[in-house]
């Protein structure tokens, strides 16, 4: 099965964290990412810029509406994510706790609605 | 009914439970389906408990009910009585299962199905439910009278764990050897929880709450059987025996509530205690200790009374001494202080409730106000005690046992 790692972090305390820990941090990233490649789990993933960065897109009425700014304000934002190949939920929860997020933040495991199954459940 | 057919009908419905459990295990096993496989019994298993206390359980009870799914499914087709799912199982029937029963026994997976039932990432709360429903094949009405809440609220929260189990792909699989511990414990304690709900119907009034208990032994008994190496699966085993020897003891001629170290032990079930007690000792030859194990001896400890008239109450404080280090809770503390009192006193037991006294948690607990109306009455501490009984009688649900302590507080009063 297909999972999607999402990443959320509180990105006032990361911008704010002593560069010593930012650094650590990277490798801890640099290390898991390499060690999903090698274990043939992985199937993506990347860093996301700040929610500063976000553009919010919404069509109404023909028009094109763009706000700056994420689509909701919340206490941690989404701030990466990594797309895996595990064989069970219990494969997967093992590589979501391997993740560095899931010792300073929060990390959701969501199954990839494949499209095959998507097409049969309906 | 008589007593008789009464008893052959418990046998066929014990029977049908445990074919209609395996046969939903091997298939969810193999699809991760389990409404998909409860589908493709449904029928069949509904047949099985309407014919089998009339006729006696067929030779082949799992190929009885295999051929009479795979018959079924040309009306279900027609009527669409199952769901898509449930037609693809039946295939997997006709297939494959009916294929492996003519030459030897299907392999049970229903320990495997336990641990998706009571995987971590289904909410703890609706574990021992499912388990009743996927591998005893209890309807939602009946899991949700035993659990006190609504048939419908029951029937969505089954439904959702369900899904989940399929769509998080949550394994059916018994852990490996380094996660088994924890993982073990969940479905030890969605076993207890359904033995506790049906054991707190004392007086057995309630026909749902009293089969909950035998369900839950039940249970205990195959998980005992498929891990006998696991002395903590033996330990709850153990601990169910003890306390349902004591079922009829628990209750006096008048039906008034009798505690424990008051029972009259010649009505103490002296087989179901021996066969507590050899569980018990053989788990501890394992060298592992637990917490099922320790209130599985803690009840041997009272259950010693029988062989030496007494109740060793330092042992039991020992015990819970035990306990309290490896699984703290309100509950197990209130345990040991009531030991404490009759090991050193009252004096001594009540400082140990008052310890305590700041958890939130026992605001609306019953047994820690009854334990502390029940010392400061040792003491002569009446208005307190009075005070503390009307909290633990406001709280108790059981009659039997509200009568109990409303005659403690009359006594007072005088």
């Known amino acids: 099965m297909r999972y999607m790692i999402l990443i959320y972090a509180d990105e006032a305390a990361m911008a704010n964290a002593p560069a010593e820990a930012t650094y650590q941090m990277s490798a801890a990233y640099g290390a898991y990412t390499?060690?999903?490649?090698?274990?043939?789990?992985?199937?993506?993933?990347?860093?996301?810029?700040?929610?500063?960065?976000?553009?919010?897109?919404r069509v109404a009425g023909g028009k094109t509406n763009v706000l700056d700014g994420p689509y909701a304000d919340t206490k941690e934002q989404l701030a990466g994510f990594y797309m895996i190949e595990a064989a069970d939920a219990d494969a997967a929860i093992a590589w979501a706790a391997r993740c560095p997020a899931a010792s300073a933040g929060t990390v959701e495991l969501r199954p990839i609605w494949e499209l095959t199954e998507y097409l049969s459940e309906k | 009914m008589d007593s008789r057919s009464e008893i052959a009908r418990a046998a066929a419905e014990a029977a049908a439970r445990q074919s209609y459990g395996k046969l939903v295990a091997w298939l969810a096993a193999r699809t991760r389906d389990v409404t998909g496989a409860e589908d493709a019994l449904a029928d069949a298993f509904a047949?099985?408990?309407?014919?089998?206390?009339?006729?006696?359980v067929p030779e082949k009870p799992e190929a009885?009910?295999?051929?009479?799914?795979?018959?079924?499914?040309?009306?279900?087709?027609?009527?669409?009585?199952?769901?898509?799912?449930?037609?693809?199982?039946?295939?997997?029937?006709?297939?494959?299962?009916?294929?492996?029963?003519?030459?030897?026994?299907?392999?049970?997976?229903?320990?495997?199905?336990?641990?998706?039932?009571?995987?971590?990432?289904?909410?703890?709360?609706?574990?021992?439910?499912?388990?009743?429903?996927t591998v005893l094949g209890f309807d939602a009405a009946t899991i949700a009278s035993a659990f006190l809440v609504s048939p419908a609220t029951m029937g969505q929260r089954l439904v959702?764990?369900?899904?989940?189990?399929r769509e998080t792909g949550i394994p059916f699989r018994v852990p490996e050897r380094a996660e088994l511990g924890e993982r073990l414990d969940a479905v030890l304690e969605a076993i207890y929880a359904a033995f506790a709900e049906g054991w707190s119907d004392p007086a057995g009034t309630e026909t749902r709450r009293r089969n909950l208990a035998t369900e839950g032994i039940w249970l205990g008994r195959l998980v005992a059987s498929l891990l006998p190496e696991e002395p903590e699966a033996l330990g709850l085993l153990s601990l169910m025996l003890f306390a349902e020897a004591r079922r009829t003891a628990r209750r006096d001629a008048a039906g008034d509530y009798v505690p424990l170290a008051e029972q009259d032990y010649t009505l103490w079930d002296r087989a179901l205690v021996d066969e507590a007690e050899a569980l018990l000792g053989h788990a501890a030859t394992m060298g592992v200790i637990g917490r099922y194990q320790l209130e599985a001896a803690v009840q041997s400890a009272h259950a010693a009374r029988r062989?030496?008239?007494?109740?060793?109450?330092?042992?039991?404080?020992?015990?819970?001494?035990?306990?309290?280090?490896?699984?703290?809770?309100?509950?197990?503390?209130?345990?040991?202080?009531?030991?404490?009192?009759?090991?050193?006193?009252?004096?001594?037991?009540?400082?140990?409730?008052?310890?305590?006294?700041?958890?939130?948690?026992?605001?609306?607990?019953?047994?820690?106000?009854?334990?502390?109306?029940?010392?400061?009455?040792?003491?002569?501490?009446?208005?307190?005690?009075?005070?503390?009984?009307?909290?633990?009688?406001?709280?108790?649900?059981?009659?039997?046992?509200?009568?109990?302590?409303?005659?403690?507080?009359?006594?007072?009063?005088?």
């Open chain 2, 160 to 165: 959702r764990a369900k899904t989940r189990i």
């Open chain 2, 47 to 56: 047949a099985a408990l309407e014919r089998w206390p009339r006729t006696g």
């Open chain 1, 34 to 57: 390499e060690a999903l490649k090698k274990s043939g789990a992985w199937l993506a993933g990347d860093r996301l810029r700040p929610s500063q960065a976000t553009t919010s897109v």
């Open chain 2, 307 to 414: 062989l030496t008239g007494r109740t060793d109450w330092v042992a039991i404080r020992e015990l819970y001494d035990a306990l309290l280090s490896i699984a703290g809770s309100p509950v197990v503390a209130i345990n040991r202080a009531v030991a404490i009192a009759e090991a050193e006193g009252a004096v001594a037991g009540l400082a140990a409730l008052y310890v305590l006294g700041d958890d939130k948690r026992l605001d609306d607990y019953q047994p820690y106000w009854a334990a502390r109306a029940g010392l400061l009455a040792r003491l002569g501490q009446v208005p307190h005690a009075i005070e503390a009984y009307d909290r633990a009688i406001g709280l108790e649900r059981d009659p039997a046992v509200r009568r109990f302590l409303q005659g403690k507080r009359a006594v007072l009063r005088n």
């Open chain 2, 64 to 133: 009885w009910l295999l051929a009479v799914a795979r018959r079924r499914r040309v009306d279900a087709v027609r009527r669409r009585l199952t769901s898509q799912a449930g037609r693809e199982h039946l295939k997997l029937i006709a297939e494959e299962a009916e294929a492996r029963m003519t030459d030897e026994d299907l392999p049970d997976e229903r320990l495997r199905l336990m641990f998706a039932c009571a995987h971590p990432a289904i909410e703890s709360s609706v574990r021992s439910p499912l388990i009743l429903q």
